[in-house]
């Protein structure tokens, strides 16, 4: 009930207020764009009311209800396992549900970071082209160039966790998040000293709040005997990492071929003639004329990344072998699937209508970009 009235209560906001919202708002024209966001909110407000709408612990395993068919009673209780129970006991449904808490603070986030890494390096390069260009270039290529799965085993392996590398991955890529909203606020409020130093200040501050207790696990807080606001277990480290270091050569190809495009349209002259400078014109001037395909390819890249993830946990690469992972749920019932389908089934059809969902918004949404 609270997914029914929170989608209905966003449907009802957002269609009343469309001619408002830009491109969001006329996204409700057309039908492929309104069922691919109409799926993907679904899954948003499962995950938020996940708490709500579990009928059991998702780890709790139950003997008496191994394999149980779907709607079985649990004794002594007025409650059922509305799917079935799975080879441990535990509630399918309950699992499903939680597992899209596990997607949806993954894949979103990843996916965000790697734009910030893409948008940070793909702009200097498409704008400046040359030696930079270059270097660039063959750096993004050469991780390209890596199968996307083997690139992913790898750097999730336990082999490798124990290296290090995947920690100083972190530290590298997690400073451009840092970089992007700096520069954002130096280059916007640059003759503006009192507000460039305010916004640049906090962006330094809570940055490099976040920048320890995330690649580090070193929350300042912890100092104080606090809880850590900030804190990334290892294992997550390990897949949130390789999740943006394989979709942030994407987004930097594709940020620099829409800049070497725009840098050559008369809104740039423009800005340039006024003595804008260089950082100015790629955030403030070029960027917000390619957020169209942007944010096309940021939804897209949200389903792509979600079958990753569900793939690591299909091979058993996932959070904890214990999560309600989807790709780990599903590895689990497949070896039954033939005598209970109801274990796999569930969770293989959250993840294919979470992805579909995604590529119909991101189909709704290159429609509309089209008109602008």
Known sequence: MPVWIAMALTFSVSYYFRD????????????????????????????IFADLIITFDPIDQLSGMRKKI??????????????????MGRDVFSRMVMGSRIVLSIAPAATI??????????????????????????IANLVLAFPVILLFYLLVNPAIRSTGIPVVIAAVLFLF????????????????????NIYVGLTLLLGFWAYS???????????LGLEPIFYMDP?????????????????????????????????????????????????WEILPNARGPL??????????????????????????????????TINEGRKLLAYFPHMAIPPALALL????????????LREQSLKD
Do not use: H
């Open 235 to 283: 294992n997550l480290l390990n897949i949130f990492v390789s999740v943006v270091f394989v979709n942030a050569p994407t987004v930097f190809r594709i940020v620099r071929g829409l800049t070497m495009d725009l840098k050559t349209r008369d809104y740039v002259a423009a800005a340039q003639t006024r003595g804008e400078g260089a950082w100015f014109v790629m955030l």
């Open 177 to 196: 998040p840092i970089i992007f909203f700096a520069v954002l606020f130096q280059s916007r409020y640059y003759v503006q000293a009192n507000k460039r």
């Open 213 to 223: 207790g995330l690649a580090f696990n070193q929350d300042p807080l912890q100092l």
């Open 70 to 87: 779907p709607g079985a009673l649990v004794p002594e209780t007025f409650n059922a396992y509305l799917l079935g129970g799975d080879l």
């Open 20 to 47: 408002k919202l830009g491109l969001y708002g006329r996204l409700f024209d057309t039908y492929t764009g309104s069922i691919g966001f109409a799926l993907v909110i679904f899954w948003l407000f499962t995950a």
């Open 353 to 364: 209508s979470l992805v579909l969902g995604l590529n119909l918004l991101g189909d709704g």
């Open 295 to 328: 944010i096309v390819d940021f939804c897209l890249r949200i389903g792509y990344t979600t079958i990753l993830l569900g793939t690591l946990g299909f091979f058993g690469l996932g959070v904890s072998p214990e999560s309600p992972d989807w790709g780990m």
């Open 113 to 138: 970071f790697a734009f910030m890494v893409g948008i940070t390096l793909g702009l200097p390069a498409g704008f400046y082209g040359k030696r930079l260009d270059t270097i660039l270039s063959f």
